[in-house]
């Protein structure tokens, strides 16, 4: 028996040796084997062989080798399924199909391609040794470093270690959590390239939108260049283009650029925008603007004297603060001795302090523009409110010294942020590291180690398969559940954000500074060189402007001027503050002005002194008070004939004035010096106040002339120069009155 074995394998060994050797030179070469068998005198089986081909090792636990009619060469494998290649990738697999001629190879059921950048797990792959390219369409992975990426369709290039994914692709990392239908992920860089709608959502709840572009797991940095939006939390980031380095939370926007908040009821828009997301700012330049809705008119039944001064008191101090109002007004209505009936035919125009509604909406818009638009926002216990220390009884009388209110034109806040600059360079901040070790499901690393270098042909690996099978059925339920974000979902977004920012029906009734209340953080703005602002009622222009929504004090600095209907308001500083989203208080402060044309600007009425107090009631002026040195110059008009009759001239150290139905109601002079000049004695000389200035041409008169024209170089005279006016013009004045006598 013994021999007839030896000579039956001498006999195939013979005819293996010259199927070899008759075989042409790229033909399989079976290396190595531990027996085998000739089936239907066409098919080599081997047991544990070991075939060679084009550089790459074939192994296997068993496998079947023949040639078709036209001498084409096959291999089919079974069990434990192992091929190296040159490179050093390695393919696992339960079976192999593979043609030699093509080099193309069919592996099915636990298959694994493991490099030295990634691991790639699916149950059907297709893969061609000749371009060195594989594709799975069944659902599958591919594990690269600490990014995990799953999808129902992939092909895979060996070279270049770039991997297109299709249907239902998801890409974990540390970081971000991304969906998308189409992508295209480079294992040695760690870019990913996204060709449709794509969501990319941080673990600290930001997201970034796109519809294509670039975003790196490693680096954390995203460029994107169509229908792009950053949102985090209610803030929302839109442009043309977007860049954004997560390491820093930083992104910058180009063209078409909208910043919305719609907690804080923030939007700007503009060329260029750059968010910092460690501050919470907003940089916005290249025609930035703001929009803010206000109300026209009070939604409150409360009595106008019950309005506090300070928006941020408590229920019970505006009690007590009504109470003391009302007992004030009671002895002026006794004690005070009107002075318009010692003064004959003297009346007082309100268009020379009241803001005119010109439209009967309920709300209307703020615009707001500059050079450059800057917003943050900070803990509320950091803002520091001004205590302009107004009253609506008129306060302490001021005669000789001011009082210092705390501002300053070279710091626009009280954070102490100088002019933010413009730049595209990085923050050297880094993100806290709690924010970036955040755990993976499953690692790659942790895959790779669980998978031999080189598996032995006799190893089963029943526990890898194990693994593969929980870890495919894993990301099936995955690709089941999750959204895939639709086209122009970044402008849908927008809108939604957009319409309630415009909307106040989420407004609450109280003050709309404790709005923020529930919250530890408030919001500021401030706007750089050539300031406009723009309303329906209102129109404003100011070298910068701040604005504070704890307070919803605006503060208007660097020659300020503010027009309503016919008139003029200018001083070194106004301070404007907003109660219920309507106009509540304004300061004028040092060389306070008022002007109003009468009869097209042939005349002009006037008010002024060194600060100018007013208080609104339904966006009217409800009284106005002016101290020091104050001076009204007003001409009166003959109501039938339309003609000037006289001019009125009143000096004193306070000149206050209530209003009732849009009418003057009291008019009072601390420590009068009034004049009554008939028009034949009125001169050039009389007829302006020192420090008169008309601008009529620096007014904006539509949005869109605000936004494309800033207003020219005003000779508004220096605080000096204004002093010694003012001295020259009392002298005038009192010589006038000498003359007279």
């Known amino acids: 028996m013994k021999p007839l074995f030896i000579v039956i394998f001498y006999l195939l060994s013979i005819a293996t040796l010259q199927a070899q050797q008759s075989a042409p030179a790229d033909a399989m070469r079976l290396v190595s084997s531990t027996r085998g068998v000739i089936i239907e005198q066409r098919v080599m089986r081997h047991y544990n062989p070991v075939y060679e081909h084009k550089s790459n090792t074939l192994m296997a636990d068993s496998g079947d080798f023949w040639r078709d009619d036209i001498g084409r060469e096959f291999f089919e494998a079974y069990g434990n399924v192992v091929i190296t290649q040159p490179s050093g990738t390695v393919i696992y697999g339960d079976r192999l199909h593979y043609e030699a001629a093509t080099q193309h190879a069919i592996i099915t059921?636990?298959?694994?391609?493991?490099?030295?950048?990634?691991?790639?797990?699916?149950?059907?792959?297709?893969?061609?040794?000749?371009?060195?390219?594989?594709?799975?369409?069944?659902?599958?992975?591919?594990?690269?470093g600490l990014d995990t990426i799953t999808s129902r369709n992939a092909y895979y290039f060996e070279r270049t270690k770039d991997s297109y994914f299709r249907e239902k692709v998801v890409v974990r990392s540390p970081d971000v959590i991304i969906y998308t239908d189409t992508m295209r992920y480079n294992s040695i860089t760690r870019n990913n390239f996204f060709y449709g709608p794509t969501n990319i959502e941080g673990r600290a709840g930001e997201n970034l939108y796109t519809e294509r572009g670039v975003y790196n797991t490693g680096t954390g940095i995203a460029k994107f260049n169509l229908n792009n939006l950053y949102t985090e939390g209610s803030k929302f980031l839109k442009g043309d283009s977007l860049y954004y380095d997560r390491s820093i939370g930083d992104g910058e926007a180009f063209r078409n650029v909208v910043f919305i908040d719609t907690l804080e009821?923030?939007?700007?828009?503009?060329?260029?925008?750059?968010?910092?997301?460690?501050?919470?700012?907003?940089?916005?330049?290249?025609?930035?603007l703001v929009k803010m809705v206000v109300d026209n008119d009070t939604t409150s039944n409360a009595p106008t004297d019950s309005l506090a001064t300070d928006s941020l008191e408590s229920e019970e101090k505006l009690s007590r603060r009504e109470r003391r109002q009302r007992k004030r007004e009671a002895e002026e209505q006794e004690e005070l001795s009107l002075a318009t009936d010692s003064v004959p035919n003297t009346t007082v125009d309100l268009d020379t302090v009241q803001v005119v509604e010109r439209t009967k909406n309920p709300v209307d818009t703020v615009y707001l523009t500059a050079d450059t638009i800057f917003s943050r926002t900070i803990p509320r216990s950091e803002y520091i409110a001004l205590d302009l220390q107004l009253s609506r009884d008129g306060g302490q009388l001021l005669l000789d010294e001011d009082v210092?209110?705390?501002?300053?034109?070279?710091?626009?806040?009280?954070?102490?942020?100088?002019?933010?600059?413009?730049?595209?360079?990085?923050?050297?901040?880094?993100?806290?590291?709690?924010?970036?070790k955040l755990p993976l499901a499953d690692s790659a690393t942790n895959i790779i180690q669980q998978l031999p270098k080189q598996r032995p042909p006799d190893l089963k690996g029943k526990g890898d398969s194990l693994i593969i099978a929980k870890t495919l059925k894993a990301d099936s339920v995955l690709r089941d559940q999750v959204e895939i974000p639709k086209l122009n979902e970044a402008g849908t977004r927008i809108d939604a954000a957009m319409e309630s920012v415009m909307r106040t029906d989420t407004l609450s009734s109280k003050d709309s500074t404790a709005n923020l209340s529930d919250t530890v953080r408030?919001?500021?703005?401030?706007?750089?060189?050539?300031?406009?602002?723009?309303?329906?009622?209102?129109?404003?222009?100011?070298?910068?402007?701040?604005?504070g929504m704890q307070d919803s004090m605006f503060r208007f600095m660097g020659k300020p001027m503010i027009w309503s209907d016919g008139s003029q308001i200018s001083s070194d500083t106004i301070y404007m503050q907003m109660v219920n989203r309507k106009l509540d208080n304004a300061l004028l402060k040092d060389n306070a002005f008022m002007v109003n044309a009468v009869?097209?600007?042939v005349k002009f009425n006037q008010l002024k002194g060194r600060k100018i107090t007013a208080?609104?009631?339904?966006?009217?002026?409800?009284?106005?008070?002016?101290?020091?040195?104050?001076?009204?110059?007003?001409?009166?008009?003959?109501?039938?004939?339309?003609?000037?009759?006289?001019?009125?001239?009143?000096?004193?150290?306070?000149?206050?004035?209530?209003?009732?139905?849009?009418?003057?109601?009291?008019?009072?002079?601390?420590?009068?010096?009034q004049q009554l000049y008939p028009l034949k004695l009125v001169t050039q000389e009389n007829e302006i106040l020192p420090g008169f200035i008309w601008r009529p041409q620096d007014r904006p008169i539509s949005m869109e002339d605000m936004m494309n024209r800033k207003r020219e170089s005003a000779p508004i005279p220096d605080k000096d120069e204004s002093e010694k006016e003012d001295a020259q013009g009392r002298e005038r004045n009192q010589e006038t009155a000498v003359s007279e006598e």
Do not use: C, W
């Open 522 to 547: 408030t919001r500021i703005v401030k706007a750089y060189r050539n300031v406009r602002m723009f309303k329906s009622d209102l129109q404003a222009v100011a070298d910068s402007v701040y604005y």
């Open 404 to 436: 210092d209110y705390g501002d300053d034109e070279d710091d626009l806040g009280e954070d102490g942020e100088s002019t933010p600059e413009i730049s595209s360079g990085s923050d050297s901040t880094k993100v806290d590291s709690a924010m970036v």
């Open 265 to 288: 009821k923030f939007y700007a828009n503009g060329g260029y925008g750059k968010y910092r997301g460690k501050e919470e700012s907003i940089t916005m330049a290249e025609k930035p």
């Open 615 to 673: 208080f609104f009631d339904k966006n009217y002026v409800e009284r106005l008070f002016v101290d020091g040195n104050a001076e009204n110059l007003v001409f009166n008009v003959d109501e039938p004939t339309g003609i000037i009759k006289d001019m009125f001239h009143d000096r004193g150290a306070r000149i206050s004035i209530m209003f009732k139905d849009k009418k003057v109601f009291r008019y009072n002079t601390a420590k009068p010096n």
């Open 109 to 144: 059921r636990n298959v694994r391609v493991v490099d030295k950048q990634s691991v790639l797990t699916t149950n059907y792959l297709t893969y061609s040794f000749r371009d060195q390219r594989g594709t799975y369409t069944g659902g599958g992975r591919i594990v690269s």
């Open 599 to 601: 009869l097209d600007s």
